[in-house]
């Protein structure tokens, strides 16, 4: 099934101009119907909590500032089933005698039960890779380790993406500082562009362990009349991407492992036919001179750059090797 | 046909305000918000070439950027933005609006220049545009979809040039991007059916069309009267497809699991995957089954977890059977201490048939103590893993080790300072590369006195052995305050960076970037 019918190019980019402008002004539809309040409310709308928010805020009144631009808003006025009761049980008692004793503080819980009392609202991190596990609860990490409920960024993160992650995964932050990398310092990546919490925002579009590389650098993705098989996740043959590149940084250029031929020789060490002169490395030229095509070929089965008859020197003497003499 | 366009474009153009008006909150109605304005000038001063620097994104000029908008309408709606260099070919734009439970959408913008050899006139220029929505028209109903689009042209370089000439490759590609979903969640009951496709058009080379399409359904849920047990599974059809022989890759991968939550706080899990993959352009697939197995207990301040795992990858001339363990605690002691600690190993050997690589063993173990006082951190990190493919004689050795120490004063300012070192050994029958790095960071910004701000920070990073690198960043910031909504800022980025085995790759580059900014504040009524 294809959304759009693709003619080449030129129909096909402007129908998704055109579909591009119908999902923003779909979008802009659902605001204006959100703001005229259109949609259904949502359940227990009407149910007054225990302790009303406004009983809250006469004491804890700096809350109403925190709140006001985050996703917990509802809670400053009992909205939508939400108030500061929903997450800190034990008020009726509080308020009588306010002590930090006798009122649920989430963050100061374990992260078992902080999860227990976001997932009242918010669904697990337990996308399809993890198939149903979070790798951070398991550590020990709970909901208030990188959520702050009262304010903070888009998806109520207690910092940006990059400064979050980096204050517990700090080697790879500093993985960004090598050699080459991916932009992060620039702002144009960060960690979930390609590490994803949620199943709906997934980025990946391919398969496997590659998947998340093929979103930005699809012209590698294949599939190809003559593969790779290193640089493809299924086979029995390699793992993908990361079998030759660090995905965050490395020491050689284009974030390979290891440079030239070392690289190849990995898995191929010297072909014996490239032992002679008139051959590969016999006459000292990188693999990738002559097998540019690393990622698949449409063109042969060994992977050799289709215009190598012309790359390469047009006469012996230009080569180095040979000489017409004084 | 011109009228036809007009008509259409100025009927869309009204749409569009219209809906923009409606957006538009009457005067009555009380909103909060803020953001900042900034205005400023970027000076470059660079010697040598910058194809391995981040720099080679900047440009030179004066610069219009709307930073930190948040916006809330009365009615609970939020405007988020983040505009940054408007004016420039490196502008990089995020905007957000949504109500809580109800709606969201999301768009982004952003361009980035990419250099790949000493020539600043051979370079790639991507340009990438995103739209995402979403929507709950029930509390336990949430549909989402969006668009996408990358433009990538210019010259690029290839890695190695042959004949010592430089072989330019043109690139000029659009790659589009679509996906639609739905899910149902009621309290760790999950539902998500999704569709997700592309089309990459690459106009230097027609015959490299290409499209792909994902179906995927999963669900998670607990069984009904025993909810201890957590059942979860999916489904997945993929398909990429290159047009111009209608070359296909296609799979199908199921997979499913469950955990168990016993008393004591113990975790039992169980999960398979399987995927049966498959090119059109030859008769046999490859099958990728896994099956794992975990177990974990969680103390009061302490946690430890262990797992098997057991993958077969078969293609019928070919079997490959790996087998894993992994076992990883951590544990909080005395007031602030943490330590945590993780070991996995994995054994893949050739059951059937023959690879280029043959066995494999990997190994890989961390730990780490992290402590923390108040406002104090610190923290001490070691890791190390270990691939070897005996049969061939090939191994890789890589280590890193990272200490680092962080600290937030309300009066003074903050702290951070970082080192790492990484060593990396990869040897095989016919050559060996080595390379230790050592990569310092720092960072000091201090609070605000008498009105005025100031940070100083950088990293060095030298790669030795059979790389030679050495690159230095340094960072001087400066902020003033004129009035409690105008501020003045100076950053001044220095940088150096040798290769010393090519004498023809260096880099020194003054940064200079001042910004006069503005802080809006929407008035609550």
Partial sequence: MMLFEKNKGQQGRSTLRCSIRASFMFGLFVSALGFSGSFPALANSSSTPVVESSICLDCHDDYSGKLEHTAHRDALQDNNGLSCMSCHSGGSIHIE???????????????????????????????QDNQGLDPHLLQGLGCADCHSAHKGQEGLLSSDVTTLCSSCHQGALLQFQRRSNHPVGDGVVDCTSCHSFKGENEPNFGHGNSANCYSCHPEQSGPHLFEHPVSISFSTEGEGCTSCHFPHGGPNERLLKSPNNNLCQNCHGTP??????????????????????????????LMLDPDLGTKMFPNCYQSGCHSLGN | MNTQRIIKRSALGILNVTLLVSLIPPPSKATTGEAELKLGYIYLDETGFNKQQQSFNLYEGPALSLENLRYSFSNGANLTGDFKNLTMNNRHLKGRLYKSNQFGLNVSHNKYRRLYSNNPDRFTRRETSDVTFWAKPHRYLKFYGGLGQT????????????????????????????????LANERGRTVQVEFRGSMFDNNSEAADQRSTERYRAITMFPVPRYEEVVLNGGFQHFKNTLDRDGLEFSSNSAWGGARVYFKNSITARYSFVFDRAQNSNELIATDNITHSFGLSKRFTKAGISAGYRKTVRDDIDTELDAAGVYLSGWAKVGSGFTLKGDFGSETTDVEQGSTLTGDKDLTRYRGSVNYRFRDVSAYAKFASRNIENTDIGSQSDYRRGTFGVSAIDSVYGQLDVSYVTATGDYQNTESNFEFIEHVISGDLLSSYYHQFQLGIGGVYYKSDRDVDVESISLRLRVNYELTKDWRLEGVFDGRNYDDLQNPNSYYTANIIEINIVKKFRAKED
Avoid: M
Wanted: a neutral charge; aromatic letters at 4%; glycine letters at 8%.
């Fill in chain 1, 272 to 301: 014996p036919l490239h032992r002679s002169k008139h051959s590969g490395l016999g006459a000292k030229l990188p693999c990738l001179d002559c097998h540019s095509q690393t990622h698949g070929s449409n063109d042969n089965r």
């Fill in chain 2, 151 to 182: 433009d990538k042209s210019g010259e690029a370089v290839e890695l190695f040039e042959p004949g010592k000439a430089l072989n330019i490759t043109p690139v000029d590609y659009q790659h589009q991007r679509y996906h639609i979903g739905l």
């Fill in chain 1, 97 to 127: 005698d306010p002590t930090t004793e006798n009122i649920i503080n989430p963050s100061k819980l374990d992260a078992s039960k902080q999860a227990a009392i976001c997932a009242n609202c918010h669904r697990p991190h337990t996308g």
